[in-house]
């Protein structure tokens, strides 16, 4: 952890990374050898943020981008395997939408970071970051949507894609703000929170967690448009 940032601020984002967890286990019945790997992938990315592995910018390729791509291809190799879409086929999707609630508190914590300047403010709501109305829109979706079925399928499939193009845009900027060859914006003060730990865990771990969450929830209204006696 940076040392201008307050061990509380580390420690909110610690319970929402837990909340994550906890959540996404309760939404997928994950074998305890799938759990296992995520935790170690967990344990690996704090040991080694904490270590400053990542901190070494000027590596090529970016070390910083595993951090990136190993939860993308993760996510790629689970919607492609016939076993593993088995489980993902029997997630509780009103959780899975509920989880989406976690982009509340990250991105209080996100303004926080940049108060302390470890990120750039266009990385938060006073920027060009519109993350937080997912989080805040998530509960009724989970209620109106998924509960008491008033909104349309069409009204609910949109708000997912509209909460993955907010999800994308924070990414692409947060991603361009990195002191590494490639960035290109926040030079005064740029985005090197995620780069120690446990913020490490945000890249790593929660965002891949609410990307995963809106591809299940899309598969599950697709297949239910392909068959709607499905309700499930």
């Not at 499939?157 to 926040?186: E, R």
């Amino acid at each position: 952890m940076l040392d201008s940032i307050p061990w509380f601020v580390a420690g909110e984002f610690i319970l929402v990374t837990v909340f994550t967890l906890i959540m996404l286990s309760a939404a997928i019945r994950l074998s305890t050898s799938g759990w296992g790997i995520i935790l170690a992938w967990l344990l690996l990315l704090s040991v080694l943020a904490y270590l400053g592995f990542y901190q070494e910018t000027d590596a090529l390729p970016p070390r910083f981008t595993m951090v990136l791509f190993i939860p993308l291809l993760s996510v790629i190799y689970i919607f492609n395997s016939q076993r593993e879409k088995q489980w993902v086929d029997q997630a509780n999707i009103p959780l899975l939408v509920l989880i989406h609630v976690v982009r509340i508190p990250v991105e209080l914590i996100l303004y926080q970071l940049f108060e302390y300047g470890t990120i750039p403010e266009l990385m938060t709501f006073a920027g060009r970051n519109f993350d937080i109305l997912a989080g805040i829109t998530a509960p009724l979706i989970y209620y109106f949507g998924y509960k008491k079925w008033v909104l349309s399928r069409s009204v609910v499939i949109g708000w997912h894609i509209v909460s993955l193009l907010l999800l994308a845009n924070i990414v692409i900027h947060a991603i361009l703000s990195i002191p590494f060859p490639l960035q290109q914006l926040a030079f005064d003060q740029p985005n090197i929170a995620v780069l120690t730990f446990p913020f490490v865990l945000l890249p790593g771990f929660v965002v891949p967690a609410v990307l995963f969450s809106h591809l299940i929830a899309l598969r599950h209204e697709w297949k239910k448009k392909l068959n709607p006696a499905n309700l499930s």
